[in-house]
Nanobody, 125 residues
Framework: VQLQASGGGLVQAGGSLRLSCASS????????TGWFRQAPGKERELVAA????????YYADSVKDRFTISRDNAKNAVYLQMNNLKPADTAAYYC???????????????????WGQGTLVTVSS
């Protein structure tokens, strides 16, 4: 499954962005998907994840009530709606999927084996 993340950009604090993760692979809609981010000098962290069906989702405490992960399996896409952005959200954002479809999401990055190229989000104060 090849993934492509898009939608990043420069936004002021308090603003919103919507990231998209798309795949040309027909089976992408069968894979749980995670959104990760990595800021300069920091470790990569899981921001949000969603099961293959969209029935369950996970959010890091730092983004709860501000970010929403969703998927449109008919369009083979997973989205991350980011509201009330803060400078601390500045990072490169990546989407990733595990090696097998039909699963719930995972919260460890080691469980994700296919990664998109990343999209940069910069939040100015």
């Amino acid at each position: 499954v090849q993934l492509q993340a898009s939608g990043g950009g420069l936004v002021q604090a308090g603003g919103s962005l919507r990231l998209s993760c798309a795949s040309s692979g027909r089976t992408f809609n069968m894979y749980a998907t995670g959104w990760f981010r990595q800021a300069p000098g920091k470790e990569r962290e899981l921001v949000a994840a969603i099961s293959w069906s969209g029935g369950s989702a996970y959010y890091a405490d730092s983004v709860k009530d501000r970010f929403t992960i969703s998927r449109d399996n008919a369009k083979n896409a997973v989205y991350l709606q980011m509201n009330n952005l803060k400078p601390a959200d500045t990072a490169a954002y990546y989407c990733a999927v595990p090696p097998h479809g039909g699963t719930n999401y995972y919260t460890s990055s080691v469980q994700y084996t296919n990664w998109g190229q990343g999209t940069l989000v910069t939040v100015s104060s």
